[in-house]
């Protein structure tokens, strides 16, 4: 985490008055008042054509009764022992072009909360560290980005960093309409993927921000699960349980360690939503976990498939972003240890329903947090619209490695059908860039590229009979190659030699 997002942080934390009134408003005696949940607010829009559960705390025995405006009857359930109910409403499938408001009223007795100004249509939770937090004022030239975001068909929920030692049904955060006041702080990927996808599907899209700068993935994992696996509770949680934060039972006290700490984040800010019914998952995080291998795969996978049984809709969507190049301060063009990670952060998808999208023409050696956000939410809302809308005239994959064929001082790189649509193309119509041969030496030269259809010839005088290929296998390489619908090519390497041991990273 950067010294300027500790800083937001700690004022946020030492001045009560900069939180939402819903962190005031917990305090409020259960036993007698009517609290609907925080994630369920004024302005929101309910995801369609799925139940919607309306839940909160109520006096226990007391019959509340809920009523949508799309709804003919009312719904009526008892509040439970421990002061909680749940009802469980229909929700309709919309048609393009439906913007109708809606209101949702929650009863007992003579309490009632009203939410108003609500739309039916699609939410995606987004989640992650700092590059999803990136918010839309901190781009390049936010300005007219920032003028020109009136959208009231977009809902957007920026929550705010909240850490609890056990899971919590509240949340610090506030659904708004988008507009430029609303749009400043919130994230630039995000809004730009929810600009694309309401612009293509013409129905009211929801898309809310549940993450921190400087997280860990453990961070949003449930104690129970990492406890559950050996490997995840032997890399996680044992370390964990012998710090002096843990020991002295003074995790509720931030430092630069709550982000890096497992659970903590999940009880906050990821539990809290699992009751709600969305779309899909959106998710962008690595940077802190870039000197992990094998852990980093089974952290991830294990970590989807608790979110999709926590939501409890079966195998939601979840897209996640490739860490982009960046050089950490280290302006060796050689070194791969990065490379290694994304190799890795790729394998994360071989579980269903996941996709990650590529970076490798975004990023920043001197900034971990490059600026050019719209790509990025661009291209999840491709992959959005294609395996998750079906649209599959909308490309979202780039070029990826299918094999090769070696020559004399030469090799043909082929990419799988499919990824190639509309041709090969580069950025800047030169010659693609950061391709690689070696021989059985395993030594690697620079080599000359060229498109040839849809396959790369490449030759290399310094290898004369080359047995492997990298594409952008280095920590910052910015490239260049991409298919004719602007997606750029997924870095590969045909061998499987051993990561070197580079000066300063750790073993992995």
């Known amino acids: 985490m950067s010294k300027a997002r500790y800083i937001v942080i700690l004022l946020i934390l030492l001045f009560p008055g900069l939180l939402s009134a819903q962190i005031r408003a917990n305090v409020v005696d259960t036993a007698s008042a009517l609290i609907v949940a925080d994630p369920l607010q004024s302005n929101m829009v309910i995801q369609q054509n799925k139940p919607f559960k309306v839940w909160g705390h109520a006096p226990a025995g007391k019959i509340v009764t809920v009523k949508a405006s799309w ?64 918010a839309v004022r901190e781009i390049a030239d936010p300005q007219k980005h920032i003028d020109s975001a009136v959208h009231p068909n977009i809902r957007l929920l920026n ?33 730009y993927f929810a600009r694309e996808i309401q612009r293509k599907l013409d129905i009211p899209i929801g898309v809310i921000y549940s993450g921190i700068g400087g997280s860990v993935t453990q961070a949003y994992l449930a104690q129970d699960v990492m406890a559950a696996d050996p490997l995840l509770k032997a890399k996680y949680l044992d370390p964990f349980y012998q710090t002096d934060a843990y020991k002295k039972s003074d995790l509720e006290k931030f430092t630069f360690g709550t982000t890096s700490y497992p659970y903590l984040i999940y009880n906050g800010m990821i ?33 989807i498939e608790s979110w999709r049984k926590g939501f409890g809709q079966g195998s939601l969507p979840f897209y996640y972003v490739q860490v982009a190049p960046h050089a950490y301060g280290k302006m060796d063009t050689t070194l791969n240890d990065y490379a290694f990670f994304r190799e890795q952060q790729e394998r994360i998808a071989t579980l269903n329903n996941t996709a990650m999208v590529t970076t490798m023409d975004v990023g920043d050696k001197d900034d971990i947090h490059p600026k050019n956000k719209k790509p990025i939410g661009l291209r999840l809302a491709y992959t959005a619209l294609n395996q998750t809308y079906a649209q599959l005239d909308i ?38 860039r950061h391709f690689y041969l070696a021989g059985e030496d395993q030594v690697f030269h620079r080599a000359d590229a060229r498109i040839d259809g849809n396959t790369i010839v490449l030759d290399c005088k310094e290898v004369k009979k080359p047995v492997a290929v990298r594409y952008a296998f280095t920590n910052f390489p910015t490239t260049n190659l991409q298919n004719g619908a602007g997606i750029p090519a997924v870095p590969f390497r045909t061998d499987n030699w051993a990561e070197p041991v580079q000066k300063g990273t750790t073993s992995k």
């Open 71 to 134: 709804l003919t009857v009312p719904v009526s359930v008892q509040a439970d022992r421990a002061n909680k109910f749940m009802a469980i409403i229909n929700v309709p499938a919309i048609q393009k072009g439906n913007y109708t408001k809606h209101s949702i009223g929650v009863t007992y007795d003579s309490k009632n909360v009203i939410l108003d100004n609500l739309l039916i249509g699609d939410v995606w939770f987004c989640s992650g560290q700092s590059n999803m937090q990136f």
């Open 159 to 191: 929550v705010r960093f909240t850490w609890k030692i056990k899971p919590t049904d509240t949340i610090p955060g506030k659904w708004l309409e988008c507009s430029p006041q609303n749009v400043r702080d919130f994230s630039a990927v995000g809004y």
């Open 271 to 303: 539990y809290p939503f699992f009751n709600l019914s969305v779309k899909g998952i959106l998710w962008y995080q690595g940077e802190s976990n870039r000197e992990q291998r094998d852990e980093y795969v089974k952290l991830n996978q294990t970590m």
């Open 395 to 432: 490309a979202y994959r780039g070029p990826q490695y299918s094999h090769a064929v070696y020559g004399k001082q030469k090799a043909t790189v082929y990419f799988e059908p499919g990824t190639t649509d509309k041709g090969l193309a580069t950025t800047d119509n030169k010659s693609p």
